[in-house]
T-cell receptor, first 117, second 111 residues
Framework: NAGVMQNPRHLVRRRGQEARLRCSPMKGHSHVYWYRQLPEEGLKFMVYLQKENIIDESGMPKERFSAEFPKEGPSILRIQQVVRGDSAAYFC???????????????FGEGSRLTVL | SQQGEEDPQALSIQEGENATMNCSYKTSINNLQWYRQNSGRGLVHLILIRSNEREKHSGRLRVTLDTSKKSSSLLITASRAADTASYFCATIIQGAQKLVFGQGTRLTINP
């Protein structure tokens, strides 16, 4: 049973370009969370999605960032017109029942490290 | 704003010693979880303690929760070099549907 798969693992973009990060949750999981981590810091919540729905996007910057989790295919975190401050590790996590479920445990991918030149 | 605050930010001990990390949080919670992150890797769930529990064990891990003080501790006994990692506490705020992480404790086990 494959874990949470994120790709690409490393992505380099120049300022103004677009970055697309993909996340395939664990089999049977329909809840996906995206987090951002700056070096030597904790994880900052960005967005929580279920299939075809955004449940909580309170951590998403208002501009340039968007996320989706379509009925078929992986979840996508899209960053338009990247700036140097977007350089970070972006982690995706999934769960079967959501954080209000019995355990609330999240399963994390290995992250996508974005570098903006 | 961060819900959880870990203390200390960094901890360095000798192999075989016990390591204790603390976490404080601000609001009422459903449960509190601890995760480990090896350098350059994703987070791995270690243990969960519910708000009506006071102590929980898993192998060399012991977690306590004091809801009156809004604090938790993670104890790793008989530490090993492989325990070197960052450790994060995370909470689910009552009424919310997201896991909120603290800043983490960077633990170094010296051989």
């Amino acid at each position: 049973n494959a874990g949470v798969m994120q790709n690409p693992r490393h992505l380099v973009r120049r300022r103004g370009q677009e970055a697309r990060l993909r996340c395939s949750p664990m089999k049977g999981h329909s809840h996906v969370y995206w987090y951002r981590q700056l070096p030597e810091e904790g994880l900052k919540f960005m967005v929580y999605l279920q299939k075809e729905n955004i449940i909580d996007e309170s951590g998403m910057p208002k501009e340039r960032f968007s996320a989706e989790f379509p009925k078929e295919g992986p979840s996508i975190l899209r960053i338009q017109q990247v700036v140097r401050g977007d350089s970070a590790a972006y982690f995706c996590a999934s769960s079967r029942w959501g954080t209000l479920g019995d355990t609330g445990e999240l399963f994390f991918g290995e992250g996508s490290r974005l570098t903006v030149l | 704003s961060q819900q959880g605050e870990e203390d200390p930010q960094a901890l360095s001990i000798q192999e075989g010693e016990n390591a204790t990390m603390n976490c404080s949080y601000k609001t009422s919670i459903n449960n509190l979880q601890w995760y480990r992150q090896n350098s350059g890797r994703g987070l791995v769930h270690l243990i969960l303690i519910r708000s009506n529990e006071r102590e929980k064990h898993s192998g060399r891990l012991r977690v306590t929760l004091d809801t009156s003080k809004k604090s938790s501790s993670l104890l790793i006994t008989a530490s090993r070099a492989a325990d070197t990692a960052s450790y994060f506490c995370a909470t689910i705020i009552q009424g919310a549907q997201k896991l909120v992480f603290g800043q983490g404790t960077r633990l170094t086990i010296n051989p």
